[in-house]
Structure formats: structure tokens, C-alpha cells
């Protein structure tokens, strides 16, 4: 069974930097797209960033360039760095595999359990 595993995430000020990580295991990961979303109390899980086997990447405008996805596929891991934080990205962070790259939650098929990231102002 496919395991995500996401770490990084805690409590910030604003202004500052946290790096997620999300450790893949089950899957061929070299051949898997992965995303990170976000989910804030009371909202819908939103689309933050993905990165394609081949390293193409897509990113919402509310962090473009602000937040760099990147992937090591000698440690099937997936990396969001979050620089100039700002209280609205104060969230549950979850990342997600599927095989083909997408911006919306229902492409995917994995999912790790999230990461609690808290900015505060």
C-alpha cells in the first residue's frame, strides 16, 4: 500500500521560512507526479504546487515566487520551500502522487495525512 509521509510544518512568523517534506514509499517514485495542497479551516482543500517526473512544475499565483517544489528520487521524497510566509498560508499541508500531473484534488490518488503549518503575524 502506497505511503505518503509528510513532515516539516510547524508554527512560523511571518516573514519566515519552513521546508516540507514528503516521503513516498510503495511506488515507483520516479515516475509519479506530486503535488502539495492545502487545506485552511472552514475551506476547501486548494491546489498549491505540483512537480512532474521529468521536473516540470506548476504553481497557484497566491505563492508563486515565494514557494520552490522539488523532488530526490534517490530518496522518493518531495520538498516544498516556503519563504516569505504570510498568515494566509496558515494550513494543513498535504502532498499527493498520481501518475499524471494535475492541479485539482481529484486527480490524485495518494495522499499523505498533512502537516500542520501555522504563521503567525
Known amino acids: 500500500q502506497v505511503q505518503l509521509v509528510e513532515s516539516g510544518g510547524g508554527l512560523v512568523q511571518a516573514g519566515g521560512s519552513l521546508r516540507l517534506s514528503c516521503a513516498a514509499s510503495?511506488?515507483?517514485?520516479?515516475?509519479?507526479?506530486m503535488g502539495w495542497f492545502r487545506q485552511a479551516p472552514g475551506k476547501e482543500r486548494e491546489f498549491v504546487a505540483t512537480?512532474?517526473?521529468?521536473?516540470?512544475?506548476d504553481y497557484a499565483d497566491s505563492v508563486k515566487g515565494r514557494f520552490t517544489i522539488s523532488r530526490d528520487n534517490a530518496k522518493s521524497t518531495v520538498y516544498l520551500q516556503m519563504n516569505s510566509l504570510k498568515p494566509e498560508d496558515t494550513a494543513v499541508y498535504y502532498c499527493?502522487?498520481?501518475?499524471?500531473?494535475?492541479?485539482?484534488?481529484?486527480?490524485?490518488?495518494?495522499w499523505g495525512q498533512g502537516t500542520q503549518v501555522t504563521v503567525s503575524s
Open positions: 510503495r511506488l515507483t517514485f520516479s515516475v509519479y507526479a
Open positions: 512537480i512532474s517526473w521529468n521536473t516540470d512544475t
Open positions: 499527493a502522487a498520481d501518475p499524471r500531473r494535475g492541479l485539482m484534488t481529484t486527480q490524485y490518488n495518494y
